[in-house]
Nanobody
């Protein structure tokens, strides 16, 4: 059974930074389609960033230039660096993984929930003004 464990969330003031981590087991981060999603209270879960097995990345327009997705293959860990945070970034952040996903599918649909079968429990990010 695939396990994804997020960490690194917390409370920061607007303009602050955080780094989220997602430790994976029973799935190989280097070869999977990996992504970060977030869900704010009363809103639908939305894709934030995706990275394919070759390291190609894609971001939601709302976070471009502020968030950066990366992975450490040796540690089997996915990261999300968040900078210039605003109160609108307040949400539960989830790590998602899809094994054996073609690169084109990962890039084209990696910001949609449907291709991901594996999810973490989430890490809360709260940004105050």
């Amino acid at each position: 059974q695939v396990q994804l464990m997020e960490s690194g969330g917390g409370s920061v003031q607007a303009g602050g930074s955080l780094r989220l981590s997602c430790d994976a087991s029973r799935i190989t981060v280097s070869s999977a389609c990996m992504a970060w999603f977030r869900q704010a209270p009363g809103k639908e879960r939305e894709g934030v960033a995706v990275i394919d097995r070759n390291g190609n990345v894609r971001y939601a327009d709302s976070v471009k230039g502020r968030f950066s997705i990366s992975k450490a293959n040796a540690a089997n860990t996915l990261y999300l660096q968040l900078i210039s945070l605003t109160p609108e970034d307040t949400a539960m952040y989830y790590c998602a993984a899809a094994a054996y996903t073609p690169r084109e599918l990962c890039r084209n649909r990696g910001l949609q929930q449907g291709i991901f079968a594996n999810w973490g429990q989430g890490s809360q990010v709260t940004v105050s003004s």
